[in-house]
T-cell receptor, first 117, second 114 residues
Framework: AQSVAQPEDQVNVAEGNPLTVKCTYS??????LFWYVQYPNRGLQFLLK??????LVKGSYGFEAEFNKSQTSFHLKKPSALVSDSALYFC???????????????FGAGTRLAVHP | DGGITQSPKYLFRKEGQNVTLSCEQN?????MYWYRQDPGQGLRLIYY???????QKGDIAEGYSVSREKKESFPLTVTSAQKNPTAFYLC?????????????FGNGTRLTVT
């Protein structure tokens, strides 16, 4: 069965410092991996995705994520955090395998990022 | 601009009443989804539709119903059978035919039932 874990409920970072939001996953086949961001009382916005190829994926707003197959991880990173990055971040995974059925997108529980001035 | 519109933004209902949440998209996407968001639980899939006039139950479909009569519209009805309906409801859509296209989300409807 597919699953995704975000082990930290909250991450606190000082503005200007690098940030990492962790995500690990479990799928039976190859994964499609996504990061989304949610601001208060809004929907989720797509940040980036990993499908295949280069393990370092670059996305919106200066965010990037590193796919690590051996550790089944897809951590979100940014070299220099901004106060405006403070939001709720969701990791999601879909099994890329076939089998003829519909493979759902599974979301983690979310990690709240707080960037302090 | 293309996007997904959910209305209303806030909805208040008395227990025992059915309520319908609207979701409209002009992205020409075939697939549409309804998620429920509760604090600390991430998003849970209620229903999804990959084509007009067809829809499937997600993980928590009990107490909910949907219709998909038009490509642009995917309304969700929260019935009186839903035991704990107070939540933030999110509608999403994406291009069908490929599993790696990202979801596009509306801004949600916050439903409060008392």
């Amino acid at each position: 069965a597919q699953s995704v874990a975000q082990p930290e409920d909250q991450v606190n970072v000082a503005e200007g410092n690098p940030l990492t939001v962790k995500c690990t996953y479990s799928v039976s086949g190859n994964p499609y991996l996504f990061w989304y961001v949610q601001y208060p009382n809004r929907g989720l916005q797509f940040l980036l995705k990993y499908i295949t190829g280069d393990n370092l994926v670059k996305g919106s707003y200066g965010f990037e994520a590193e796919f690590n197959k051996s550790q089944t991880s897809f951590h979100l990173k940014k070299p220099s955090a901004l106060v405006s990055d403070s939001a709720l971040y969701f990791c999601a995974v879909r099994d890329a395998g076939g089998g003829g059925g519909y493979n759902k997108l599974i979301f983690g529980a979310g990690t709240r990022l707080a960037v302090h001035p | 601009d293309g996007g997904i519109t959910q209305s209303p933004k806030y909805l208040f209902r008395k227990e025992g009443q059915n309520v319908t949440l609207s979701c409209e998209q002009n992205l020409n996407h075939d697939a549409m989804y309804w998620y429920r968001q509760d604090p600390g639980q991430g998003l849970r899939l209620i229903y999804y539709s990959q084509i007009v006039n067809d829809f499937q139950k997600g993980d928590i479909a009990e107490g909910y119903s949907v219709s998909r009569e038009k490509k642009e519209s995917f309304p969700l009805t929260v019935t009186s059978a839903q035991k704990n309906p107070t939540a933030f409801y999110l509608c999403a859509s994406r291009k069908a035919g490929t599993d790696n296209s990202p979801l596009h989300f509306g801004n949600g409807t916050r439903l409060t039932v008392t």
